[in-house]
Each structure stands twice: as C-alpha cells, then as structure tokens.
C-alpha cells in the first residue's frame, strides 16, 4: 500500500528567503543557471562566407593523412563515429588532396590462354597503353587476314600452290584410274551407293555389262543362272578389292594432308615476313615479361590455325557458328585508364560479390549449355579503384561472411580474382578461373563506434588488415575559434542549398542548439548534419510565414514544431500524471518516497519525467531486494548500483555490528527494463528515510549516481531531466519551493531553456548541486546529516544517527531472534 505526501515534522535549521540555509547554500548560482549566445557574439565572430576546413576533428584528421600517405601493408582505415559527424564527407575531401598521384594506376586486360582456355591470362599496362595494346592485336590479326588475301595475286604463290595441287591430283587420279583398271578386267566396278542419308562407296560386280548388287547375283545363283563356284569367287574377290579400295583411300586421305600441310607451309612462309614484323613492333612498343611470353604462345597459335583467316570465298574452313574462332585472338581491357587524370576514389554504396570483385558473364548456345569466355570478364570495385581509394560502409560488408572473408583475403594477398559468386549451388557449367590480379588499393570502411574496438578483438587479422582508426568526436571545445567555424559552416549551408538569410539572432540560437546537442556548455556539438537540418526546417518555416530571413524566433519555432512531431509518447505520460493515474507527488513529504528522474531515449528525440521510487525496510539478512531485477526488468548497470548501495551502508554505518536488513528498492509503475545507475543515489536517499523513517520533500526531484564513499557522480541528460521535472510542477502547479538536485559535476552541462532559466531566477524553481549523500540529506529532510565525532559516534539528532540506530537495532533484533 503505498503512503501518500504528508506534511514534514521536521523544522528546517534556518531559512533565508522561506528557504532552509542548506539549500540555499547549495542552490546553484544564477551566473551558472544563465546560458545564452547572443548577437554580439555572433557579430564579433562572423567572418561571412570565409573558406574553411573540416571543423573539430583534428585527431580523426591526423589519422586520415597519416593512413592515406602511408605504403605500408595493412595501413588501411576503419573510419569511426557517430552519424552526422562529417565522416564520409572528411574521407571524400581529404582524399581528393592525394588524388593527383597517378604512378600507381595499371590497365588490366585478360587475354586468352592458349595452352588452359580455362584459366584466361592477365596482362597490366600503363594507364591507357591496354587500349593500345588490344587494337595492336586487332590490327595483327587484320595484317595477317590482308597478306593471305593478297596471296592470290602473288604469281609465285599461286604457281607453287596450283603445282602442288595438280601433282596431288595426279597422283589420286592415277591411283583411282589403275585400281579402276584392274577392278573391270576383275569384273567389277566402283560405284556410289545410298545409306540412309549418307552416301558411300561400294563395289559391285558386273553381270551382262551392268553392274549388279550381290543380293541379284544371289537370286540368279538360286534360279540355277550362274554357277555356287563362280558366285564364291566373286565374293571372295569382292572382299579383297574392298580392303585394296580402303587402303588406297587411307592413302589418299594421308595424301591430301600432306597437301594440306605443304599448302600450309606456303602460306606460312608467304605471311611469315608480315607476322614477324608486325610482332616485333608490338614487342618493341609494349615491354613486359607477361606481355612477351603471349606474344610467343600468339605467334605459334596463329601459325598454327593460319587457315581460320582465310578470305571467305576460300575453301579453308571458316568460323563455325557460335565459335567464332578469331574472338581468342582479342584482348578483354577490363580496367581502362587512358583518360584517367587522377588516382580513382570510389564509393561503393550497395556493395556485393560481384560489385567488389567482378563477374563473370555467360551466354547460352543453340545446345542449351551456357559458355563464358574472356571476353565476359568484368571488372569490380577493388580492380577499377585500385591505384587509388575504395570506400566502403562496414554495414554493408561485414554481416556478410562469404563477402567480408573474401574481402580481407584480397587485402591481405593485395590479389583480386574474378570467380562465380560463391553460393549454395555448384559453380555454374562452362564457368573460368582467370588469373588472379595484382591490387593496390587503400580501402577505408567507415562504421559506427564501438565497432573497430569489436572487430579488433574478435577477428585476428582485421587489426592487421585496418592499422588506423580515424576517431570522429561528437564533440569540440568552444572557443573563439571553433564558434567562428560554426558560424561559417551555417553561412556555407545557407549560401550552397540557396536558404534564406540567417540573422545574427538566428545563428546564436543554431550555435545554442549546438551547445545543447554536446551537454556541455564548452562543448559544441559536431553532429553537423542535425545542424543543418535544423536549418533546412527553418527555411520551411520561415518561408510558411512569409519572412525574408531567419531569426532566433524561427528557430525557436522550427525546435516547437519538431518537439510536437517527436513528443507524443511525452503528451501520454503528462496526462497521465494530471489525472493521476500515475502517482507522482510534487508537494509535501513522505517516508520511503522519492521523484527520480528518467530519461526515455527515442534516438530522434529524448525527454525526461520524474519517477516514484519506494523503499520498504525490516530486520533481516536478504540484503537489498532489487524488485526490477527480481521481476526481469533491471539492466546489469542497475543491478551494479544496487550491490554499490549495500557497500554504502555497510562502510558508512555499520562498522561495529553486522549490517542485518532487508529492503526492498521499486520504480513504482515501471513496466519497461529500468537500466544506468543515474538513480542510485535517489535510491539511497529512499532507502536511508525508510530506514531513520525520516519523511523525504516530494517537490524536490533527484538524479545523480553514488559510489561506496558516498559521493555523487555525474549521469548524462542533465537538462532534459530539469527540464521534465519542471514542466510536471507546472501542470501540477508551481509552488515556489520545487527543484532538482544534480551532481556537482553536472553544473558544466546546465543549458537549460529560456523558460526554465527564467522560472529559477526568479526563485520558482530551484536547482541544488551536491557532492555527497549528506549535501543532499540535508536538503530532503530539512534535517543537519551529521559527521561523526572523534569518538566515533554521529551527532545526536542528525539524520545519520538515527539510521544508525535503527541499523544497529535491527542487528540485535535478527540476534535475538535467531537466539530464540
């Protein structure tokens, strides 16, 4: 059941102004509680539309031109930060500043491999010789067409050729008319005969003058026409002349390659001339041991399959249909950089296997099967930047294993290999295994914080893979000179979107939302993307209502209009507190019930309400009952609060008898996992009043951590947490006497907005930093904390005496009892 606010027994030591002399020795200074960035600032600062750098990043930068300069294996980069901090944009413009060093580029080019056609060739260039070199080849291959060509019209040629072809012929006719000869004084002939669809040669006997099949010379045998002796001779004779016949075709068909062959050595001998002269001046244009060594295997594949580039009106056989046989003598420039004036930088921004390594294309012949060549090979992203930079998004890569695997493989052997993308599946039929190409390219990888820390750690060669981690901070200090590059950077966003004009009051309050996004008042925020956000909305807006430039009071109303957009699960919650539904108290004193403070963090918007924070207390040994974690919905920060507290208690109070209690610590109407120990103190403060049952004010809300010692440490969203208790004491309705305390660390995060400020100046609201436990004692219960004497003992009547007292009873209650 739980106890409502009632009024305080406790009278305050002294009061100035209706306030205990505590707490206003604690109330933190008006100079403190004012923030502001004015116009005079901003005019004193503004250098209009001056050039300038990347701002607040001098350690990332550092990082950037040490990593880019370096030549070293393995000195690539892992680009951290949050987003918004300029990372892509400070990797993309400290770049372009080593982009004008091209000694590094190569043109690739894949060439056909005449002794494996499986596994095409490589071949690297100079940037722009790769074309070069393939239209050498073109032109080889034309030269050679154009010198057979020209061979019909060599009188020496065609003399040599028809002598060679007329003596062949003379040799077969002889042959044939001599085998003939015989074979009709034998009584046969030499005839053609149809075999389903092929034709052939066969041998026949004549019979009256005509030559007859042996199935009609069967039939006469049997109808007693010619005799069974003459029709086994014939065959017997029919037999011999048959392999005769073969023999002499055997020798014929060896004939005619000969022929072939001495037609092809004329030919060779003709083009040779022009074959050698052109090579030659490719190799003397084009050096390089690879390049050489084709050239070789070129020349002997050529000279070898001269008559491929016969003129078509020739009887030489042509290519065939789907093979084109003079396509393996092309050169495949994957990587071309005849035109390129600078090294590449190249953002990858959906990366995949094919994307990054290159592909392999494959078309489909009239039999179904698919066939790649070469000439199919394309070229990825690590292959067209190399010589340069790859920049890649960690995202993207790393949750895909298959990729990021390959992905350091390449870094590592600074190879890439263009192969099927790697699957589930068979590599797919007629697929290539190309050489594998030599890389040197500096890849940078940008990713979120914690991310480099976890790979590092977790992968044993990504640290030597990504030597260099370029840090981006979220924050800068604020000093004259980094306000003055915020001010330029608003100029630059204005003038390069075509904004409106931004006034002197519009720019302190964009300074003033910088400061707030870093918490800290000589901080400013560089997150310049919400930055200019802000300042795109406020265009919009200013636009909506006619204005001609943007003023603080645009600004304020483009911060209204997004906090309407953002706030409703903050509307729900206010309403529930209005009606009471949740039971907060901003009045009046209560035993064992305290406001913290919590901050509910959308990632777009953060707001902050007070919670009911409740302690019950008994004699017992269960220690301190952490009801969140008990129920599963307590984070592992909380629970490390919550063990701090039970050390608290034991060293503060209990050093000469046993610390024998049971408590129990609730966020009253919590459903949601309660995490971050920014309570713990709130939750000594309940715990100490449950057990002194010293009552609590319930108008004053608390945040702020503790250690063992006592002392209060800072947390973060200090304002946010002001600010949400202040605006639930206005709901509620303000009484003059409601505050906050803060850690004392805190007071460098105070930027409050102008209403808060104006309501605690003017001693509506109130703000107390504190350093220990007993600062803030003093402040809840009106009551003195106490020290302890020489003698050991805290002074009577103080809030530390009496939960020593009650600690001490309940050690001799839980003896007695356990004595029973």
Same mark, same amino acid.
């Given at each position: ?55 607040? *990043? ?86 050679? *067409? ?13 003399? *040599? ?27 046969? =002939? ?8 092929? =034709? ?70 003709? @083009? ?37 580039? #016969? ?17 393996? %003598? ?23 296997? =094919?994307?990054?390594?290159?592909? *392999? ?29 790859? /920049? ?59 991310? %480099? ?77 919400? @930055?200019?956000?802000? #300042?795109?909305? &406020? ?50 004193? &209560? ?7 919590? /901050? ?84 000594? %403060? @309940? ?21 063992? #010692?006592?002392?209060?440490?800072? @947390? ?66 009106? #009551?003195? &904390? ?35």
């Amino acid at each position: 059941m739980s106890q409502q606010p009632s009024p305080s027994t406790n009278t305050p030591i002294d009061s100035i102004d209706g306030q205990p002399h505590i707490s206003s020795a604690l109330r933190v200074h008006d100079d403190l509680i004012r923030f502001a960035i004015t116009e005079d600032d901003i005019s004193r600062l503004d250098n209009g539309d001056r050039e300038f750098d990347i701002i607040g *990043q001098p350690r990332a930068l550092r990082a950037l031109h040490m990593a880019l300069q370096m030549r070293g294996r393995g000195y690539n980069l892992f680009v951290t930060g949050v987003p918004g901090t300029g990372r892509r944009s400070a990797v993309f413009q400290v770049a372009e500043q080593y982009r004008d060093d091209t000694s590094r580029l190569k043109d690739y080019a894949y060439v056909f491999n005449f002794r494996r056609h499986d596994r095409p060739r490589l071949l690297t260039f100079a940037p722009g010789a790769g074309d070069r070199f393939r239209a050498a080849v073109k032109a080889l291959v034309e030269t050679v *067409q154009r010198s057979l060509e020209a061979l019909s019209e060599n009188r020496g040629f065609t003399e *040599q050729r028809d002598r060679i072809i007329i003596e062949a012929e003379g040799r077969e006719n002889r042959a044939l008319r001599d085998f003939e000869g015989r074979l009709g004084k034998e009584g046969f =002939q030499i005839v053609q005969v149809e075999d389903s669809q092929d =034709q052939r040669t066969d041998i026949a006997p004549v019979v009256d003058g005509e030559a007859t099949s042996f199935d009609a010379v069967q039939k006469r045998v049997n109808g007693g026409e010619i005799e069974e002796s003459h029709w086994r001779a014939l065959r017997e004779k029919y037999y011999q002349y048959m392999d005769e016949m073969n023999q002499i075709f055997i020798r014929l068909r060896g004939e005619r390659s000969r022929v072939e062959q001495s037609l092809k050595e004329l030919r060779v001998g003709a @083009v040779a001339p022009h074959l050698e002269a052109a090579i030659a001046e490719i190799r003397t244009t084009f050096e390089g041991e690879e390049i050489h060594g084709w050239l070789d295997e070129l020349r002997t594949d050529m000279v070898e399959n001269i008559e491929w580039f #016969m003129p078509a009106d020739n009887d030489a056989p042509q290519d065939e249909p789907g093979e084109p046989q003079l396509a393996r %003598y092309d050169v495949n420039v994957i990587v071309d950089h005849g035109s390129t004036a600078r090294a590449p930088l190249i953002f990858e921004s959906h990366p995949d296997y =094919q994307k990054l390594f290159g592909s *392999q294309e494959f078309s489909l012949e009239p039999t179904g099967e698919a066939r790649s060549s070469f000439m199919m090979l394309r070229a990825g992203a690590l292959l067209s930047a190399s010589g340069g930079f790859l /920049v890649l998004r960690a995202e993207d890569v790393i949750p895909h294993d298959e990729l990021w695997n390959a992905l350091k493989r390449a870094i590592n052997d600074a190879r890439a290999e263009i192969r099927p993308v790697p699957g589930p599946f068979p590599v797919q039929a007629g697929a290539l295994k190309p050489e594998p190409a030599p890389i040197d390219v500096k890849v940078i990888l940008t990713g979120p914080e914690p991310l %480099y820390d976890i790979l590092f750690n977790q992968d044993e060669e990504f640290g030597k893979l990504f030597k260099v981690p370029a840090e981006f901070d979220s924050m800068m200090n604020r000093t004259d000179e980094t306000t003055r590059e915020y001010v330029g950077f608003t100029r630059m966003i204005s003038r390069d979107e075509g904004l409106l004009p931004l006034e002197p009051s519009g720019v302190a309050a964009i300074v003033e939302y910088g400061i707030r996004l870093s918490e800290f008042r000589d901080k400013l925020s560089t997150r310049f993307s919400l @930055v200019a956000d802000v #300042m795109r909305e &406020a265009d919009h807006w200013a636009r909506s209502e006619g204005r001609t430039t943007i003023d603080r009071a645009v600004i304020n109303r483009t911060l209204a209009e997004r906090r309407f957009l953002y706030n409703l699960p903050e509307e729900k919650i206010d309403e529930q507190i209005i009606s009471g539904e949740l039971l907060i108290g901003v009045t009046g004193s &209560a035993v064992g019930r305290i406001n913290g403070l919590a /901050v509910i963090d959308r990632g777009f918007y953060a707001f902050a309400r007070p919670m009911l924070i409740t302690a019950r207390t008994a004699p017992g040994s269960d220690g301190i009952i952490n009801i969140e974690r008990e129920s599963g919905l307590s984070g592992e920060l909380h629970d490390k609060g919550i063990y701090i507290l039970e050390g608290f208690l034991q060293s503060k109070y209990a050093k000469d008898f046993p610390l024998s209690i049971t408590a129990s610590v609730c966020f009253e109407q919590s459903y949601v996992e309660v995490d971050g120990d920014s309570a713990s103190s709130a939750e000594v %403060y @309940v715990l100490l009043s449950s057990i002194a049952e010293v009552p609590l004010r319930q108008d004053i809300a608390v945040t702020g951590s503790v250690n063992q #010692m006592g002392e209060i440490q800072p @947390v973060g969203g200090i304002s946010e947490k002001i600010e949400g208790f202040f605006a639930v004491c206005k709901y509620l309705g303000l009484t003059g006497t409601q505050g906050v305390i803060i850690p004392r660390q805190n007071l460098p995060n105070l930027i409050l907005d102008r209403e808060v400020q104006e309501a605690i100046l003017d001693r509506r609201f109130h703000i107390y930093a504190v350093a220990t436990i007993d600062e803030g004692l003093e402040i809840l219960t009106g #009551m003195d &904390a106490g020290a302890r004497s020489a003698r050991g003992r805290f002074e009577g009547g103080t809030v530390n005496a009496v939960v020593e007292r009650r600690l001490r009873e309940m050690a001799h209650q839980v003896k007695s009892f356990g004595g029973n």
